[in-house]
C-alpha cells in the first residue's frame, strides 16, 4: 500500500502518553474533540468525526459494524483498538472494505493479571464486604466469626483461556504453591512450560477448580460460555474470576448462584452490558465488582496509547502494522 498524504486522524478520547506528537510527526492532521473534558463520544458524534478519517483510534466502547465504516468512507485505510480484545470490531466488514485493525497486546498483560488478583484475593477474603462495613460505620470490633474466607496455598487454580493473561495471571499463583489447571481446544506447551499447568476439559475445570479465571476473548463460541449449569458443577467453595469480557458469563445466571450460595464468590471487571450491571447484582454481598480497569495502570495506559499511534502511522506510510488482529 502506497503512503497516505497528510492523513487525516481521530482518536476518540484524551489519552495519556506520547501519541499525538508521534502522529503528527508523520504529518497526520489530528481531528479535534468536540468536548474540553475526556467524555465519551456520542454515537452520533462518533458517526460524524469518523467521516473522511484515514485512521481512527478507537475505545472498546465503540462498535464498528457496516454504519460506521460506511460512516468513516473509503479512504479508512486502519482501525486501531485502544485494547487487546476487539469484539468491538466487525472483523468480516473490515476484511470486505481493507481495512487494516490492531490491538495493544502484551503491554497490558501484567496489569491486567494484577487486576484479576485483586479480585481473586478480595474476593476470596471478603474485602469487598468488609471495605463496605468499614466505611458505613458497621465495624463493631473483631470477631471470631467475622468474614471468613476462603484458603489460598495449595488450592486449584483453573484458567479458562491460556493466553498472555492467562499465562500471567496463573505464574502468580506460585506464591501460593496452586496446582494449576487450564482449559483449551489443543495443548498449549508455552502455557505449560510457564506454569506447569495441565490441560483438562472445561468441565473437569469446572469441577476440580478452588478459583476459576476466566481469559478468553469474546467469540460466538465463548459467549455465556459460563451459565447456569456450569456453574452448578462448580465447588461451594469455588470463586468464579472475570477479567475478560462480560458475556462469556450468563450474568443472571451467576447472580442466581450468588444468591443460592452454589459457589462462595465472584469477581469481576467486566459486564454483560456494560456499563449497566444485572438486576441484582450490587446488592450481593459475595461479589467483588470493578469498574473494567484491567489494563489502567498510568504507565500501561500511556503505551497502549503510544501503540495505538504507532499502528496508525505505520499502515499510512504504507508499512505492515505492528500489532494486526488477524481477519478471517
Ligand atoms: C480491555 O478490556 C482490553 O481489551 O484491553
Ligand atoms: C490476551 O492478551 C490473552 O490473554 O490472550
Not at 485494547?83 to 497486546?105: M, S, Y
Not at 478480595?122 to 458505613?136: K, N, S
Not at 512450560?193 to 473437569?204: F, P, S
Request: proline share 6%.
Amino acid at each position: 500500500m502506497e503512503a497516505v498524504k497528510n492523513p487525516r486522524v481521530l482518536v476518540t478520547r484524551r489519552l495519556p502518553g506520547d501519541w499525538a506528537a508521534r502522529l503528527r510527526a508523520a504529518g497526520a492532521e489530528i481531528v479535534p474533540l468536540p468536548h474540553d473534558e475526556d467524555i465519551a463520544l456520542t454515537r452520533e458524534e462518533f458517526l460524524a468525526l469518523v467521516a473522511g478519517c484515514h485512521g481512527v483510534g478507537c475505545m472498546l466502547t465503540e462498535v464498528w459494524n457496516a454504519e460506521a465504516f460506511d460512516a468513516a468512507g473509503p479512504q479508512l485505510r486502519i482501525v486501531a483498538n485502544y485494547a487487546v480484545g476487539f469484539n468491538n470490531i466487525d472483523l468480516g466488514e473490515a476484511k470486505r472494505r481493507g481495512v487494516v485493525v490492531t490491538n495493544t497486546p502484551d503491554v497490558l498483560t501484567d496489569a491486567t493479571a494484577d487486576a484479576a488478583w485483586t479480585l481473586l484475593l478480595a474476593a476470596a477474603r471478603c474485602a469487598g464486604r468488609g471495605e463496605r462495613d468499614v466505611r458505613a460505620g458497621r465495624f463493631q470490633g473483631w470477631g471470631p466469626n467475622d468474614y471468613l474466607g476462603v484458603d489460598l496455598v495449595g488450592k486449584t487454580l483453573g484458567i479458562v483461556g491460556p493466553g498472555r493473561i492467562g499465562t500471567a495471571m496463573a505464574r502468580r499463583s506460585r506464591g501460593w504453591d496452586m496446582q494449576v489447571i487450564y482449559s483449551h481446544r489443543v495443548d498449549k506447551p508455552e502455557f505449560e512450560a510457564a506454569t506447569g499447568g495441565r490441560r483438562v476439559t472445561l468441565e473437569t475445570l469446572l469441577r476440580q477448580s478452588d478459583f476459576i479465571s476466566l481469559h478468553v476473548p469474546l467469540t460466538a463460541q465463548t459467549r455465556h460460555l459460563i451459565g447456569a449449569r456450569e456453574l452448578s458443577v462448580m465447588k461451594p467453595t469455588a470463586v468464579l474470576i472475570n477479567t475478560a469480557r462480560g458475556p462469556v458469563v450468563d450474568e443472571a445466571a451467576l447472580v442466581e448462584a450468588l444468591r443460592a450460595g452454589r459457589i462462595f464468590a465472584a469477581g469481576l471487571d467486566v459486564y454483560e452490558n456494560e456499563p449497566k450491571l444485572a438486576d441484582g447484582l450490587a446488592q450481593l454481598e459475595n461479589v467483588v465488582l470493578l469498574p473494567h480497569l484491567g489494563s489502567a495502570t498510568f504507565r500501561t495506559r500511556a503505551t497502549m496509547a503510544e501503540m495505538v499511534a504507532d499502528n496508525i502511522v505505520a499502515v499510512l506510510s504504507g508499512r505492515p502494522a505492528p500489532n494486526p488482529v488477524p481477519l478471517p
